[in-house]
């Protein structure tokens, strides 16, 4: 009978209810795709921090009276071997003084393959070198290239002792950092024009995660590495640190926002619906029904709105999160079913609270209502 | 020895205010089993007070109050609402049917709130007064009279000791009074006992007694039948 009296409830105020659950499925459909979007956010921040060059250095360490001390390229092998799980790029650099003509600058040898993929936000004039073993271009930074007098495809000759190397400027770079002043080539370009075949200054590397997995990685790193310094670049590791708590935050108190704008949502639909029904709880008072008895019955109702709404606002939410994902991050929001139980069970605590009008009806004096008042 | 029969309702000295108001003034009668009793007397005079109260749907202020071996008035909310559910059965004037719900339904919802619910008794029960054929109709859909029917199957389903009747005649055209009447006397005579608030002379005469009251106060407790023999 309890399931009969419930779907007659439904059904007699189908208007009033039509409108909280619209409340409830707009409210869980926000929230759905927030969660979905809160969920991946910390994968796809990490992603997008990827980008924004290396956050972890291994040099060896300073060797004594300040000569710059140099490492074996063999280390690339170690820290392949690895097989570090967010390894996104490593790059090798050996730094030489040279000179172009008579104005000395200073060539840093990479891997130009990596440093494309760690350093994609960098402003190219012309374009990146994207073969690692390019022995014919260089990049020049912004002002080196402005004090050598180098301009895209400018042919340039550097020297280091009785060294030389002959390129071509592929590319000039504005990055904000010190490469502004340097030409970047080829790491054997390097080697052979200082001589140091094998030898490399530091290696920089873009490893994706949070704070924890980066000093995780950095620990692996340092064991496995002895006798090198690991230094995660601690301002960017901790900027991801705080902003990605940063962005979670945000997202769950415009979640809290939503809901609570939806419980208001259902309250008025209530508010009119204890109206109407005030005459029913009287006579069911009326007939030995016990206020548990039909409160059950409209908490029950108010449950059920709760569920089709959080049901159908998470599947309306996985759409919503496909595009928050598409304009926020780029790329689709990948479905999290794990959101549908949460989602609903939101939905049913904003239903239950907004339904307090009619907990309110548990007051009403059957006298008082069956005599017209 | 004669063994001493314990009257169904005693009402000593009741008292019922509402603010300044005294709706009902030091009223003392007793109704013995299986009476029909009608209620009567002028708009006001505290009529349906009386009933509320007999049926705990209102508390008196002063007085005893017994149905059936139970002080009332010293009863707890959840109690009070037990015995609306064991005891007592009531029909409205404006019969207080839930309107989405269908006749049969209605007479079930008494049976839920009561223990369980038996769509076969409730059925039957709608079958005895005639409206077999109107079960799975929604109020709005049925007549007065068959509303009011409805009303009497939902209060008779848990077996009440008490029925209470308020005008149950009040809103509805003379064929269905009658139907409606005979109903009334038909379940008397089976032994129910009624108390019915009229205004109706012809509906008082029926009853084996009359309880008058003026302001609130009992005017007077005639015997019509005992007159009409």
Redesign the interface.
């Known amino acids: 009978?309890?399931l009969?009296?419930l779907w007659?409830?439904l059904?007699?105020s189908r208007g009033r209810l039509a409108v909280a659950l619209i409340a409830l499925t707009s409210g869980a459909a926000v929230c759905s795709a927030l969660l979905n979007v809160n969920l991946d956010a910390e994968r796809k921040l990490t992603q997008e921090f990827r980008t924004l060059g290396a956050n972890m250095v291994i040099a060896p360490p300073a060797a004594a009276g300040g000569e710059a001390a140099l490492a074996d390229a063999a280390i690339l092998d170690r820290i392949a071997a690895l097989r570090l799980p967010d390894l996104v790029a490593t790059a090798p650099y050996l730094y030489v003084a040279a000179n172009s003509g008579s104005q000395p600058v200073i060539l840093a040898g990479t891997w130009f393959d990596q440093v494309a993929k760690m350093n994609s936000w960098w402003k190219v004039e012309g374009g990146l070198v994207s073969a690692r073993d390019d022995r014919e271009h260089c990049l020049v930074g912004f002002t080196a290239a402005r004090q050598l007098g180098l301009t895209l495809g400018s042919p340039v000759q550097l020297r280091s002792g009785d060294r030389s190397v002959s390129l071509t400027v592929a590319g000039i770079v504005t990055t904000g950092g010190a490469e502004d002043n340097q030409i970047l080539t080829d790491l054997d370009s390097a080697q052979a024009l200082a001589g140091l075949p094998g030898g490399i200054s530091l290696v920089q590397l873009s490893i994706s995660g949070t704070s924890p997995e980066i000093e995780q990685a950095a620990q692996t790193l340092a064991k496995n590495l002895p006798g090198l310094d690991v230094r995660p670049i601690r301002q960017i590791a901790a900027a991801e640190g705080t902003i990605l708590p940063r962005v979670q935050g945000l997202l769950f108190w415009t979640i809290a926002l939503i809901l609570v704008l939806s419980m208001l949502g259902v309250l008025a639909s209530m508010a009119a619906l204890a109206m109407e029904r005030r005459?029913?709880v009287g006579?069911?008072?009326?007939?030995?029904?016990?206020?548990q008895?039909i409160m059950r019955l409209f908490l029950a109702e108010a449950g059920t709105l709760g569920v089709l709404g959080g049901f159908l606002g998470f599947l309306v939410g996985l759409v919503l999160a496909r595009w928050i994902g598409e304009r926020t991050f780029g790329v689709v929001t990948s479905p999290r079913l794990a959101v549908l139980p949460i989602t609903i069970a939101l939905t049913v605590g904003v239903a239950l609270a907004g339904a307090i009008p009619l907990r309110l009806l548990g007051l009403v004096?059957?006298?008082d209502i069956?005599?017209?008042e | 020895m004669a063994r001493m029969v314990q009257p169904l309702v005693k009402v000593e000295q009741l008292e019922k205010r509402f603010g300044e108001v005294r709706a009902l003034d030091r009223v003392s009668f007793e109704v013995e089993a299986g009476e029909w009793i009608a209620i009567m007397g002028p708009s006001g005079s505290g009529k349906?007070t009386l009933i509320?109260v007999l049926?705990g749907?209102?508390r008196p202020s002063a007085g005893r109050v017994e149905v059936d071996g139970l002080e009332i008035g010293n009863l707890g909310e959840?109690e009070l609402?037990?015995y609306?559910?064991?005891k007592?059965g009531?029909v409205?004037q404006?019969f207080?049917l839930?309107?989405?719900?269908t006749a049969l339904?209605n007479v079930?919802?008494?049976?839920?709130?009561?223990s369980i619910?038996d769509e076969k008794e409730a059925a039957e029960a709608l079958g005895r007064i005639g409206l077999s054929d109107r079960l799975n109709h929604v109020p709005a859909e049925l007549s007065g009279g068959e509303q009011q029917r409805v009303a009497i199957a939902?209060a008779l389903i848990?077996q009440p000791k008490l029925l209470l009747a308020d005008e149950p005649t009040g809103n509805l055209d003379e064929a269905n009074e009658a139907i409606v009447l005979k109903l009334l006397h038909e379940l008397n005579e089976s032994g129910h006992t009624i108390l019915v608030v009229t205004h109706s002379q012809a509906i008082g005469n029926l009853a084996d007694r009359r309880i008058e009251l003026e302001h609130g106060r009992l005017a007077r407790i005639s015997a019509p039948s005992l007159a009409k023999e």
């Open positions: 009978m309890f009969r009296i007659k409830l059904g007699a005459r029913d006579l069911m008072k009326a007939l030995g029904g016990t206020v008895q004096r059957p006298a069956l005599r017209g | 349906t509320n049926g749907l209102d959840r609402t037990r609306r559910a064991d007592i009531f409205f404006q207080h839930v309107p989405y719900l339904e079930m919802l008494a049976q839920y709130f009561h619910t939902r848990n």
